[in-house]
């Protein structure tokens, strides 16, 4: 369908729109009329990716003169593929309709892992293999090398870019590519399709990638640096975008790490003898170059030795004097490795902050904060200069300057904390240091004051008014959007008890108890004998998910859930998980329906859909709250406090209740579909954590459905399958107005908020 708002024709790829869908749009579109930021939540099932893609892409093609470029963030690879196949059934109506004005470029960018086409080099078992086998290739002294000794290998997909790429010719044409055509393209044309969708990154009108091609400095550096300011951001699914920020900025030490480092530090010192002998003229020019200010841009295919993890003021200083020799930087190198060993040797546990934590290693081995930042940028200068390719054995020293670095930069918004041993496990030695970023601002500022809107939305950002607190930002718009419904297709339960009376709660006194294990054991039965086709059950942890689980076993209950349904298992191992899934999918479809078990904050609670009949009932047992005795979460908490004024307590429940509500929302991908969800922990039923759900749930959870026990569960549960067993009437949500179609947006006035008044 076809439609104005306001000033801009909104192209729009179905028959009938959402009223969420035609307020999100309008929205989104008052942010982009005021250059700022926002925020929107979205009910999960409404259509948000497609409501979104419509509204930026009719704005670009309304506004011909001041074209805007979208920049879509996703976190998962899948996630990524949904969009871009969105974006092509989008981009083929725009085409009908609007004609070759319409025509744009939108890929997906993502590692070589995901990109790769040449077999010796993709079948390698990690990420980092590929890319250490890929710059073995491709790498611009390989390639200089293998023109005088046809014996020495590169890459023939390479080889034919470059040639292209020299030759002007190496071009997509216009369309939407997923990565799966991505590789077909490059296939055809005997193009890396890894380095031809790098350099497409600055012509395409729509880019799809990851997070960490903004957030994470040393990739953004690289990636996202040449971007203009008329970009618009999107980060989907970004209830959690705080901890990626702040993963993005923290680095962890082990004895491991040092010693992969000193082993590291030692070939390279051996390669620096190396080229002393036989051509220590290239050691000289890096000396020169480093003397001028930072290394010079490089080639494109040794670009991933450029930048560092610094703020741009930075890079217009020179590199300090002492670390310019090369021998003299490996020299500093292995003082700073030996003043972490000593740190590491410590039977106590240590917290400080940066300022203190430079100056004691000033004071100890003679290393001062300027060293410190530049580590990051000599080292792979250094690297580059060396001509090492295998990059993947020396993750261990780059873990180390990127340590160094990022101390050397930051004086506020971190902590070290060292620990002799996990508390969890406080026999078993396993030194660490931590320097945790406390400060989720500090990646995703430089967004923020770069492009000129960036919109975060998911649909489990309650309670909506902390983000702008976390992330230290004002949005111009800031809006949660409830959910049409034809009929009542979302079932929310608490359930505080079980049959026997008994409460039922994962709070740390409650939780080991026989009689709550039993009890959850019994809720899962009885619910696995009602409930056809899929269940999924999501624990606080996997821990418990390992304690309770081993219980309901020894009891037999396990035994008995079994006799109704299959049971699969998320592990921490993703090739296992991953199978339990297919399989867990085959037993859904084979008409007998199954169980998984999950865990919250795991690998199935952020990225996978249960649809239709894989999913008809999710329960989350207990309260998924963070491990409250972790020294890196109360640190933070301490800093959130001091700096942002939100209460322990407050963040504690506000990060429990998303990630609780982003579980029971993986069971409802559309309104045709239809779920249940139970939260069987006493705590939901009090307000101030109720209260923090998102607002689309909390509207169809009643009062008769707030303080139940298993019996008044499995009868609400059967009376509500006995309801969404008769057909659905999609005409009807014509008539209920939860679906318009475009006569009746003709017809539409909306209020001065942007409610509609049909």
């Not at 592990?571 to 991953?578: H, L, R």
């Not at 954590?689 to 303080?707: C, E, F, T, V, Y």
Request: proline share 4%; aromatic share 10%.
């Amino acid at each position: 369908m076809k439609f104005q708002l306001e000033d801009v024709t909104i192209y729009f790829p179905y028959d009938n729109i959402y009223p969420e869908q035609y307020q999100y749009m309008l929205e989104l579109k008052r942010a982009l009329d005021a250059k700022g930021h926002c925020l929107l939540e979205m009910p999960t099932g409404t259509g948000k990716t497609i409501a979104l893609l419509s509204l930026i892409t009719s704005y670009r093609l309304s506004k011909p003169s001041n074209p805007i470029k979208l920049l879509y963030c996703t976190r998962t690879v899948h996630e990524m593929e949904k969009t871009l196949a969105e974006l092509k059934l989008l981009y083929n109506y725009q085409l009908q309709h609007f004609g070759p004005g319409a025509r744009m470029l939108a890929i997906g960018l993502s590692s070589r892992k995901n990109l790769c086409v040449n077999p010796s080099v993709v079948s390698a078992e990690n990420r980092d293999s590929v890319d250490a086998g890929c710059r073995k290739l491709t790498a611009s002294w390989v390639r200089a090398i293998a023109v005088e000794n046809p014996n020495i290998p590169t890459c023939s997909y390479y080889e034919n870019y470059d040639t292209a790429d020299k030759a002007g010719t190496s071009t997509l044409p216009a369309g939407v590519y997923t990565l799966q055509e991505l590789r077909l393209f490059g296939k055809e044309k005997g193009w890396c399709p890894y380095f031809l969708a790098r350099h497409m990154v600055q012509q395409a009108n729509v880019v799809v990638y990851s997070y960490q091609y903004l957030l994470d400095p040393k990739v953004a550096g690289i990636i996202s640096k040449e971007m203009e300011r008329e970009c618009v951001v999107v980060f989907d699914e970004a209830h959690n975008i705080d901890n990626v920020c702040i993963e993005a900025l923290s680095v962890s030490v082990r004895k491991q790490t040092l010693e992969g480092a000193t082993r590291n530090l030692s070939r390279m010192s051996n390669e620096i003898e190396r080229l002393k002998a036989t051509d220590a003229g290239r050691l000289r020019v890096e000396y020169n170059r480093l003397v001028e200010g930072l290394a010079q841009r490089l080639p494109a295919q040794d670009v991933w030795l450029a930048n560092p993890a610094l703020p741009d003021d930075i890079m217009k200083e020179a590199v300090p004097g002492n670390i310019r020799k090369a021998e003299h930087f490996l020299s500093v190198l292995r003082r700073f490795v030996q003043y972490l060993n000593g740190r590491l040797e410590t039977d106590n546990v240590e917290k400080e902050g940066p300022v203190a934590f430079v100056a004691s290693i000033n004071t100890q081995v003679g290393i001062d904060q300027k060293m410190l930042k530049f580590c990051y940028d000599r080292l792979h200068s250094l690297m580059l200069t060396l001509e090492i390719t295998d990059t993947d054995e020396f993750l261990h020293i780059q873990t180390v300057c990127d340590l160094a670095t990022l101390v050397g930069t930051y004086a506020r918004g971190f902590s070290i904390i060292i620990e002799p041993y996990d508390e969890r496990m406080p026999h078993i030695p396993d030194p660490v240091l931590q320097l945790t970023c406390h400060d989720a601002s500090l990646a995703i500022k430089p967004v923020f004051e770069r492009f000129q809107s960036v919109v975060i939305t998911s649909g489990t950002l309650s309670p909506i008014d902390l983000y702008p607190r976390l992330l230290n930002f004002n949005p111009v718009v800031s809006r949660s959007f409830k959910m049409s419904l034809t009929r009542d297709c979302i079932c929310p339960m608490v359930l505080t008890r079980g049959s026997d009376q008994l409460p039922v709660s994962t709070k740390y006194d409650l939780r080991s108890d026989p009689g709550v294990e039993k009890n959850y054991g019994k809720l899962l039965l009885e619910m696995v004998s009602v409930v056809p086709d899929g269940v999924v059950c999501f624990f606080v942890s996997y821990s418990y998910m390992d304690g309770i689980v081993n219980s309901w076993h020894e009891s037999g209950i396990l035994k008995d859930i079994m006799q109704h349904k299959l049971v699969f298992i998320e592990t921490q191992d993703v090739v296992e998980t991953t199978l339990a899934l297919d399989n867990y999918r085959k037993a859904c479809d084979s008409g007998r329906g199954a169980v998984f078990f999950s865990v919250a904050r795991g690998k199935v609670a952020e990225g996978i859909d249960f649809d239709r009949h894989y999913g008809r009932l999710v329960i989350m047992f207990g309260v998924p709250f963070q491990y409250t005795l972790s020294r890196i979460l109360l640190a933070r908490l301490e800093y959130l406090r001091e700096t942002f004024q939100i209460k322990e307590g407050d963040f504690l429940t506000f990060d429990a209740l998303r990630q609780a509500a982003q579980c029971v929302g993986r069971v409802i991908r559309s309104k045709a579909d239809y779920g249940m969800m139970i939260f069987a922990d006493k705590r939901y039923s009090r307000h101030d954590k109720r209260s923090k759900l998102p607002g689309w749930i909390l509207s169809h959870l009643r009062d008769a459905h707030l303080n139940l026990s298993t019996d008044m569960a499995v009868y609400i549960a059967k009376e509500f399958l006995r309801k969404m067993a008769q057909p659905y009437d999609k005409n009807g949500a014509l008539g209920k107005k939860t679906l318009l179609s475009q006569e009746d947006l003709e017809n539409m006035i909306t209020g001065p908020d942007g409610e509609m008044l049909l």
